[in-house]
């Protein structure tokens, strides 16, 4: 399978509600391994290894689940490095 390195920068109501947790979970249910962590800014920065259609339907769910607490997603594709073997949450 070919994969896309992802990089998503979610910003709004995003720290301290559960969103890196929900964004692992959805993650490891669709078979997407990298990681999430919060930023300093008050964003959360998520890298994702995964076909486009598993990003767009990672994405997908988290605006379903989150909604307006989620005010604007930048996204920018990283070269392609070795996957991790799943996805977690980093501090």
């Known amino acids: 399978m070919q994969h896309n390195v992802i990089e998503f920068v979610f910003r709004g109501c ?15 249910r669709l078979n997407i391994t990298g990681w999430v ?8 920065r998520a890298t994702v290894y995964g076909s486009a259609a598993q990003s767009r339907e990672l994405v997908r769910e988290l605006r379903e689940h989150f909604g307006d607490q989620i005010s604007e997603i930048n996204e920018r594709e990283l070269s392609t490095t070795t996957a991790p073997s799943s996805f977690e949450i980093h501090r």
């Open 37 to 44: 962590c919060n930023e300093h800014d008050g964003s959360v």
């Open 14 to 28: 995003v720290q301290g509600v559960g969103f890196r947790f929900a964004t692992r979970e959805i993650a490891r």
